[in-house]
C-alpha cells in the first residue's frame, strides 16, 4: 500500500521555522522525484520545492527562495522541508508529491496545516 505521510507543521509565530517531514512506504521512493505543494484558502496551488531522486538537485518557488530548503534521504524514505522567516502567508496546507516521469506515476500526500500567526 502506498502511503505519504506528512508531519511537523502547526502554529508558528511570525520569524520562526518549522521542518515538515515527509514519510513514504509502498513503491521505490529513490526512484522519484518529490516535491512539496501549497494551497491557501482561496488560492491556487503552488509548487513550492522539488528534488531530483538522487537529491543532486532542486529548484524553489521564488517566495520561497532563500527561506526554505527541500533534502531527502533515500535509505530512510523521507523528503524534508525545512522552512525558516516563515511568513503570514505561507499559512497554507502543504502536501508532498512523489513523481516517476519515466512511467508517469505519482502519489500525493494528504496534506498538513501550516499556520503562521502572532
Known amino acids: 500500500q502506498v502511503q505519504l505521510v506528512e508531519s511537523g507543521g502547526g502554529l508558528v509565530q511570525p520569524g520562526g521555522s518549522l521542518r515538515l517531514s515527509c514519510a513514504a512506504s509502498?513503491?521505490?521512493?529513490?526512484?522519484?522525484?518529490m516535491s512539496w505543494y501549497r494551497q491557501a484558502p482561496g488560492k491556487e496551488r503552488e509548487l513550492v520545492a522539488s528534488?531530483?531522486?538522487?537529491?543532486?538537485?532542486?529548484n524553489y518557488a521564488d517566495s520561497v527562495k532563500g527561506r526554505f530548503t527541500i533534502s531527502r534521504d533515500n535509505a530512510k524514505k523521507t523528503v524534508y522541508l525545512q522552512m525558516n522567516s516563515l511568513k503570514p502567508e505561507d499559512t497554507a496546507v502543504y502536501r508532498c508529491?512523489?513523481?516517476?516521469?519515466?512511467?508517469?506515476?505519482?502519489?500525493w500526500g494528504q496534506g498538513i496545516q501550516v499556520i503562521v500567526s502572532s
Open positions: 508529491k512523489a513523481v516517476w516521469a519515466l512511467i508517469a506515476r505519482a502519489y
Open positions: 509502498g513503491f521505490t521512493f529513490s526512484r522519484y522525484a
Open positions: 528534488i531530483i531522486s538522487d537529491g543532486g538537485s532542486t
